[in-house]
């Protein structure tokens, strides 16, 4: 076997765990029963903030993992139906010992997760936080948010563990 092989090969064999981790995560995460009537998101920002977290970068010649950590903060726009838009306004992004501001984005609120797109200094991400639900939004350990960043030539994949905080209604 050849090293470009042996690289590939630690290179698959990681994306394949990250990819059971991901399935048991997302099974194991209770996510709160849908309700017959939408119930509405609380007006004011939504905030994440992450507990823990890894990274894998995914390219180069070398494969490297470690710790992550993140927090954002969703500002609401427009309600369409039972799916709430929001804009990405502050954030960081920590990747070993990098960390990337958050220039910007939107996300979509929807009864069962949240996702979106963004951009950091010199790259762009897209994100969905699972084990969420959005008539129940609060303290979670349980709520998993899983990112694609690519900065520069660099790809990575980022698991964290995150809290989903919006102010109470009427606040």
């Known amino acids: 076997m050849t090293m470009m092989q042996s690289i590939q090969s630690k290179r ?14 997302m099974f194991a995460t ?14 004011g920002p939504i905030i994440i903030t992450s507990t823990s977290g890894q990274y894998w970068q995914l390219s180069g010649p070398t494969t490297h993992s470690g710790t ?8 609401p726009i427009v309600p369409v139906a039972a799916v709430y838009n929001y804009q990405i306004t502050t954030g960081s992004l920590s990747i070993g010992k990098v960390t990337y501001s958050i220039t910007g984005g939107a996300a979509q609120v929807n009864q069962h997760f949240i996702s979106g ?5 010199g790259g762009t991400f897209t994100f969905t936080v699972f ?6 939004l609060g303290p979670s350990p349980l709520s998993i948010l899983v990112m694609h960043l690519h900065v520069g030539g ?5 698991l964290l563990h995150v809290n989903v905080l919006a102010p109470a209604s009427g606040a």
């Not at 992550?68 to 500002?75: D, E, I, S």
């Open 12 to 25: 698959f064999g990681i994306l394949g765990a990250v990819a059971l981790l991901v399935s048991v995560l």
């Open 30 to 43: 209770p996510i709160a029963a849908t309700p017959t009537s939408p119930t509405p998101i609380p007006p």
């Open 68 to 75: 992550a950590a993140g927090t954002m903060t969703l500002m």
């Open 117 to 121: 797109a963004g951009t950091v200094q």
């Open 131 to 136: 084990g969420v639900s959005a008539t129940a």
């Open 154 to 158: 660099n790809y990575y994949l980022v």
